[in-house]
C-alpha cells in the first residue's frame, strides 16, 4: 500500500511539472499548443530519467556523508554500519563505482581495526581489492594504495611480517606519485615494521618523518603531536625513556591532551621505576574506557594489562592477581605482543605472591612469545629477561641470573646511540 501511494505521488508531481512547463511555452507563445505539448512532456519524461539515473549515487554520497560523520565522532559500530551499506550501493554504480568501492572499504577498515577485529578488517580489504577492477584514475589509484597499506599494517599487527611487506610493495606500486594520505600512512607502517625487526634507529627516523608529513598536511596536522609520542615510545624500549619523556613533557607545555595516551605515558614513567605516577596514568586510561567501551570490549585489555604489571612491581599482589583474572578473559583476542605483555604480568604477580616457579615459567613464556613476533636479543625482551633474572636468582641459582642479566647489558650496548 505504501508503494502504491507513493508512486501515485511520484506520477502527480510528474504531471504537475509537464502541466507547468506546457503552460509557460503556450503562455510565452515559443510553441503552438500541440508542440509546447509534446516538448513538456519529452522534457518531464528526461528529467524522470536523470532522476533515477543520479539517484544511486546520490544514495550514496548521502551514506558516505554518514560513514564520514560517524568516523569523525568515533562511533565505530555506526561507522561500520553506514560502510557496509556504502558498499553494497557502491556496487550498483555505473559510474564512480572504483573510487566510490575504495572509499568505502578504507572506512570499514578503519572501523573493524578501532573495534579490534583485525581478521575481519583483513577479510574486506581483501573483498574489496578483489571486486575493483585495476585502478585508472589518479584518484582511484591513490584509494588501491591506501587500502593496499591499510591491510599491509592489519598483517603487520597479526605478526604476519611476510606478508605485510608483499602487500607494502604492492601500495608502492600503486600509489600516485603526491598522496598525502598515502605518504603518512606509508611513513607509519614503515616505522612500526622498523620496531619489530629490533632497528630502532631506523624507526625513531620514521616516526620523525611522519611527524613532519603530519605538521605538512593541514588535514593530519591534529596528529603530529602522536606522532611525536609514538617516537618518545620507541626511545623508551631502545632503553632512553629519559628522551620519550622529554618529548611527553613537551607536548604537555604546547597544550597537547595527553589524557587519550595516558598509557603511553604511564609505560615511559613505568620504565624509569616512577611506579607510583605510572598506576595514576594507568588507572586514569582504565577509568576514560570503562566510560564508552563496554567490560566485555577487547580494547579494555591493555589497560588492564598494564595496570597489572605497576601493581605487581610495587608488590601489590591481591590487586595484581585480581587485575590479571579480568585480562585474562581476552587471552584468545590478544595478538603476539600483547599476549607477550599478559605472560609478563602474569610472571610478575606469581613473584609478588612468592610463587616463584609459576613466575618462572610465565615470564619464559612471555619472553618465547616476544622472540616470535619479534627476534632473539629484541629490546622488548629486556623487561622479561631482567625479570627473570630476579626469579631464579631468588631461586638460588646466581649463574643463570648473570647470564641472563648480561644478555640485557648487549642489548643496552647495542642500542646506545639509538637517540
Known sequence: MAMSEFSWRRLGRQALGFVSMWAIFWGLGWFSPGLGCFVAF????????????????????????AAFAAMREKVWIVAEARSREGLELAQALRTHRSEAMYAMGINLC??????RRFSEAEAEAR????????????TEKGGLAVLSIMLADVLLTLSRTADAEEWAKRADATAPASNPTFSILRTLFQS?????????RQAVACAAEWERLCEASPAFRPQSAHAALLRANYLSEAFRPDLGLAIADGLAETGFALSPKTGSLGCLLMKLDRLAEAERMFREELATKTKWVA???PRMAIPLINLTIVLARQGQAEEATAILRRAEAFEQELTGEEVSALFYGRGLTFASLGDLAAAERALRDSISRDEDWTRKGHPMTADGLSALAAVVGALGRADEAGELLERVAVMRREYADVA
Not at 128 to 136: F, K, M, Q, R, T
Open 295 to 297: 567490560p566485555s570490549d
Open 110 to 115: 578503519q572501523a573493524l581495526v578501532a573495534q
Open 192 to 200: 612500526e615494521l622498523h620496531r619489530r625487526k629490533g632497528e630502532y
Open 127 to 138: 573483498r574489496v581489492i578483489s571486486l575493483v577492477p585495476e585502478a585508472g584514475t589518479e
Open 42 to 65: 519529452v522534457i518531464s519524461f528526461s528529467m524522470r530519467g536523470a532522476d533515477l539515473a543520479t539517484r544511486p549515487l546520490r544514495e550514496y554520497k548521502a551514506t558516505q556523508d
